[in-house]
């Protein structure tokens, strides 16, 4: 199945965000769910009809955050990764541009490679000088104790035109000793902007890149819940584990 | 090619600082996940795909970018690498990085390649392209370090190399700069960079837990030809652009060094 | 001072607890007023040994510098010693001109000395505590070091060695080059070993100590 989604959000002259294109087909479903707490953010969750992708499918999602603006994009529940009979393989691309004082939470639920699954994520993200972006991507090996099928999530973040994290998170049998690498379910949460620069004390698992101001935030584990706790922990007094939280009250009381 | 050259540049009593370094095995040995064979071979295996693959492509491409380069001809049909085949195809109709994915086919299909990029910036791009790479700064440092020690050696050994890189790129550049220097290619460059990463683990790993040195040496044997397996692949790709080469993550090698660089007592420098 | 030359580098070698940072200790205490000095460990370095360096031998936190050995101790300093190059290199980077590096090798065995390509003179430190063969087994550290110290002299008559035994076999081994016996218990200055660690920072180079040419950097073509 093709499939392809859209989101425009740009800034309303008000300090809050318009939605100015909310498009999508299914299985790519964005519906707004507001953001009461937040007035100068936009929500959209991502629906998803049925579990997948399955293979065959090639989905995309396009997001653009004007200048000035703040768009908030979650998913309702963890991706399944599914083959499909014959087998085949899925694809989803990621391409995000985030402008200068814009900001991107790009917040979903894990991807879970389903045995005999075959897809590829590939996200492509530039940020203009001045964009802040939060970004995370959680894998998780099979549902229970399944042999996981090949799921590679492929990442480009570039900020003012430089490359600042390149990284292939990848397990499944084409992925040799992954489990050695990353564990049965693995994350990282990249934070770019102003926040991301600090950390004291430091935060083990939290690493200032070498390229722009930004900062991974890592986590492996036996499960998912274990990897986002260590993700939420490393942003911890960020506002990344909670954009809903305003400044001077970082950490959820 | 010569031969001996290869041996020498690849040879572990090279006195380019590598024996201090365990690649990440005397953190695993501590977390406890490497204590006998079999867990060694995951670990190997698992950082052979991963940064031994990434160190591997961006010496091959370091290699090139300092010696004359072959008449580009089209690659042969025999790309197994699926995934990344289809991510290509995908991004020929899309998304800002379509341009450049069409001038990296363009290359491999016989065009004019663009000799305006120098090697002097394509080193420099390779260099950020580690670092884009390398999220532990732990890991950074530990690369750069190496870079630089082998770089003393090459600098006394084949004093004519060329160097545009300054003293301390990460390892896989220096490697490709040895290479160049000793008059190897781009496959053995990247041979080079990935059987060190694997051997240079091994033999911490026989040291810290006292493993039995003939069953770990048959164990790189056994895995001697992904090694050449990678450095084929290495050396066909490299040419391409900086954000098109591996870039495999291994978080608990990441998470790992982080650790490994608070410990007061400490045997191998990362 | 030495202006135009770079520091003296001095490898201090030995056994596994010999002697070797008591000396080091001894000898910042007895020079760290007159030389510019730094230090170079590659023990298995706990901030143990870096208090104890401060206290006893008023030397600053970063003027000790510490090298991963990856469980070679010997490898570090004579088959590769790129990282021990290094770390006596960032030393004279940080702090400016520098008239003596003392290069303190992990605890190893009697074979292990320092290459030339890394330090200028070398003393191999042993102790009484292991017997009075010592000497007399020779090896390439007691057979060739530039100063051969004999530690713990005052262990000598509880685990009954000869000194006079031990003296005659180093002689025998070492023709003319010059021995020392030593108890820093008793003489915590290391008199004997400050003298000769003058007597090299003072002399002439007998081959001019010209800086390491730091790793290439040309401009491509
Ligand atoms: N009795 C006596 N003890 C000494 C003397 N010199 C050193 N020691 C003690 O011997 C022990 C080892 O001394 P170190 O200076 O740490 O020996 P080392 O050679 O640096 O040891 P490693 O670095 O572990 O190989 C310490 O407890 C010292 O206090 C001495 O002259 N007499
Ligand atoms: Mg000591």
Known sequence: MRAEARLVAEADGRGGTRLSTVYGEPPLLPRRTGHHQNPTAAEVHLVGGAAGPLGGDDLRIDIT????????????????????????????????????????????????????????????????????????????????????????????????????????????????????????????????????????????????????????????????????????????????????????????? | ????????????????????????????????????????????????????????????????????????????????????????????????????????????????????????????????????????????????????????????????????????????????????????????????????????????????????????????????????RVAADAAARADDPVDDLPAGSAILLDLDAERHATWEVRLFAS | MRPDKRAVRIGIGGPVGSGKTALVAALCRALATELRLAVVTNDIYTTEDADFLRRAGVLPDDRIRAVETGCCPHTAIRDDISANLDAVEELEERLGALDLILVESGGDNLTATFSKGLVDHQIFVVDVAGGDKVPRKGGPGVTTADLLVINKTDLAPLVGADLGVMARDAQARRGDLPTVFLSLVGEPGAAPVADWVRDRVAEPASTPRHHEPTPAHTHGP
């Open chain 2, 1 to 228: 090619m010569s031969l001996s050259t290869l041996l020498v540049l690849a040879d572990g009593r090279l006195p380019a600082g590598a024996h201090a370094h365990s690649g990440g095995v005397e953190a695993a040995v501590a977390a406890g996940r490497i204590h006998d064979l079999p867990t060694l071979e995951s670990f190997l295996v698992g950082r052979t795909s991963t940064s031994g693959t990434a160190a591997a492509a961006f010496a091959a491409a370091s290699c090139r970018a300092l010696t004359t380069r072959p008449v580009p001809h089209a690659r042969s049909g025999d790309i197994e690498a699926a995934p990344l085949d289809r991510a290509r195809l995908t991004a020929l109709d899309n998304g800002a990085r379509s341009a450049a994915r069409v001038e990296s086919l363009t290359d491999h299909r016989g065009a004019l390649r663009d000799d305006s990029v120098r090697p002097a910036e394509r080193i420099t791009a390779l260099d950020d392209g580690i670092d884009a790479r390398t999220a532990s700064p732990a890991l950074r440092a530990a690369s750069r370090a190496q870079g630089r020690a082998l770089l003393r050696a090459v600098a006394r050994i084949w004093p004519a190399a060329v160097n545009p890189a300054g003293p301390n790129p990460h390892h896989p550049i220096a490697t490709g700069i040895a290479a160049a220097a000793a008059g190897l290619g781009p496959r053995e460059a990247a041979l080079t960079a990935v059987y060190g990463g694997l051997t240079g683990a091994a033999s911490a790993a026989v040291r810290l837990l006292g493993l039995d040195p003939y069953t770990v040496h048959a164990l790189i044997a056994r895995l001697a030809p992904e090694c050449d």
């Open chain 1, 65 to 253: 955050v004007a200048p000035g603006a703040h768009l908030v994009v979650r998913t309702i529940a963890a991706s399944l990764a599914q083959p499909s009979h014959p087998p085949a393989p899925s694809t989803l691309t990621i391409t995000a541009k985030v402008g200068t004082g814009a900001t991107l939470d790009w917040l979903p639920e894990p991807t879970v490679a389903v045995a005999g699954c075959d897809h590829l994520s590939r996200s492509i993200v530039d940020l203009a000088d001045g964009a802040t972006l939060r970004w995370r991507e959680e894998l998780v090996a099979g549902r229970h104790a399944e042999p996981p099928g090949d799921l590679r999530l492929e990442t480009t973040v570039r900020y003012a035109g430089r490359t600042i994290l390149r990284h292939d998170l990848a397990i499944g049998p084409r992925a040799k000793g992954w489990h050695a690498m990353l564990g049965r379910a693995a994350g990282t949460l990249l934070l770019v902007g102003p926040e991301a620069a600090t950390a004291e004390p430091k935060i083990i698992n939290r690493m200032p890149l070498a390229n722009g101001p930004a900062a991974l935030i890592s986590a492996t584990g036996p499960d998912a819940r274990t990897v986002r706790t260590a993700l939420d922990e490393g942003a911890a007094n960020t506002r990344a584990h909670d954009p809903d939280a305003k400044p001077g009250n970082w950490r959820k009381g």
